[in-house]
T-cell receptor, first 114, second 113 residues
């Protein structure tokens, strides 16, 4: 296993369309996180999974956003009715189930809404 | 809410210099602090993790220190190289959740050959 994998790397979509991103975490990592990063800013937390359970959601995660992690393996993040303000880098990270362990990030999916 | 600040926002140094990047956080009840590197348009690469019970961690030319009581961490880079040019981000997780990281806005480092 070479790390956290995210697909696609880039996505250009028209405003109003739905998009879905996929994240494959490091094998046996129980925890999976989604973050959003805009230009010149640090990543902002969106949501967190422990195995298949979504345990935390940021207020940034509006009702147009939904995340799933079926079977506690890969995760998907869907954005419905995209808006220009959704343009950002969407980052996925994973870590083991222990509290004080490193988080490992993927290469991100760059979303551009035109 | 945890606020994380990184100073300076940008730094330019000649190759070979030693340098220090600063990170401060408002809530000292952290579980751990992690330093990351980010190249333009790329994801984050983990550099060092310091647990709340530790005071420093070292990896190669990198040394990170943590002072929880004062809410500060520093990342020391020795003998800088052009390949070190990137944005460096620090992130903390809190004791009350331990699940999400709060990030600073980063320090953009340029090492001039």
């Amino acid at each position: 296993d070479t790390g956290v994998s995210q697909n696609p790397r880039h996505k250009i979509t028209k405003r109003g369309q739905n998009v879905t991103f996929r994240c494959d975490p490091i094998s046996e990592h129980n925890r999976l996180y989604w973050y959003r990063q805009t230009l010149g800013q640090g990543p902002e937390f969106l949501t967190y999974f422990q195995n298949e359970a979504q345990l935390e959601k940021s207020r940034l995660l509006s009702d147009r956003f939904s995340a799933e992690r079926p079977k506690g393996s890969f995760s998907t993040l869907e954005i419905q009715r995209t808006e220009q303000g959704d343009s950002a880098m969407y980052l996925c990270a994973s870590s083991t189930g222990h509290r004080n362990t490193e988080a490992f990030f993927g290469q991100g999916t760059r979303l551009t809404v035109v | 809410k945890q606020e994380v600040t990184q100073i300076p926002a940008a730094l330019s140094v000649p190759e070979g210099e030693n340098l220090v990047l600063n990170c401060s956080f408002t809530d000292s009840a952290i579980y751990n602090l992690q330093w990351f590197r980010q190249d333009p348009g790329k994801g984050l690469t983990s550099l060092l993790l310091i647990q709340s019970s530790q005071r420093e961690q070292t990896s190669g030319r990198l040394n990170a220190s943590l002072d929880k009581s004062s809410g500060r961490s520093t990342l020391y880079i020795a003998a800088s190289q052009p390949g070190d040019s990137a944005t460096y981000l620090c992130a903390v997780s809190l004791s009350n959740t331990g699940n999400q990281f709060y990030f600073g806005t980063g320090t953009s480092l340029t090492v001039i050959p």
